[in-house]
């Protein structure tokens, strides 16, 4: 389907492109990202996921140790070698995650005017699977919205807006360029160790105003510290998460989720060479992560 039958924009990278907002990061992008590279520390922005983990519906996280070399106890060989592996059950989107193209769509239509039956697999996403994304090296940005409005937390649904955006990047001297990360912090991951279900069921975040703006931007991922990236409950509260249908579908840009910032607040970190690689099992629609800082 085609035209004013789709409800998905074609992508500007073409009819064949299935990578997004990643086609921004160019060789030269990571290179000026390379030299923002001072001290060599490192900054983790993942939470540390355990079974304990809220998450929607029905996302958990299992892991059980398991002894395969000495399985009955008794050490192998004459150098007597004992040891262990596991196995672990998680959601994708458990903890801190990357939302992939093939998360969410609109009326079964994706990034690129996809339609689910071109893609979708029960055994693994034959397009957008984030086992396909690259290495990401890009330059990164810390806007601290909750520092820049004199709170310590937003409140749940609380938007953020593209005035507030603005806002707070001037005051960090601060400008976003095409092919950032841009990771917003709210403050809102401290309600994660207070109510686990308050904290999933509402959460401050990018209204659509927005989330546009930085796609216009040229931003290639947004991020924040909390579960949905966007505001949550949606500004209409008819619709239901029409940020990642925009941000994913529309604009091939990527969510990051459940960040921590609180290292990067302490620090006055604004500004940064943003990495992620992910892990490259197949086929999957969002999958947990490690993203990390460095200056």
Known sequence: ???????????????????????LITPQKMVQASKLVRSGKTYSMALIATPKTPGYTLRRYEIHIVAPISATGTPVGANRVTGYDEYFSVWGGLGTHLDGLGHVGVDH????GTHANDFYDFAGLKKFGTHALPPIVTRGLMLDIAAWKGVDMMQGGEVITVDDIRATASAQNVEIQSGDVVVLRTGWIKMIEIDGQKFLGSSPGVGLEAAQYLADCGVVI????QATTEVHPAEDPTTFAPGH????AQNGVYHLQLLTLEELHKNRVHEFMFCLGLPRLYGATQMVANPFAVI
């Open 245 to 248: 249908q925009l941000n994913l």
């Open 1 to 23: 389907m085609t035209g004013s039958q789709c409800p998905v924009r074609p992508s500007r990278f073409g009819p064949e492109d299935t990578l997004g907002a990643i086609n």
């Open 222 to 225: 947004i991020g924040a510290d």
């Open 109 to 112: 239509y994706y990034y690129n």
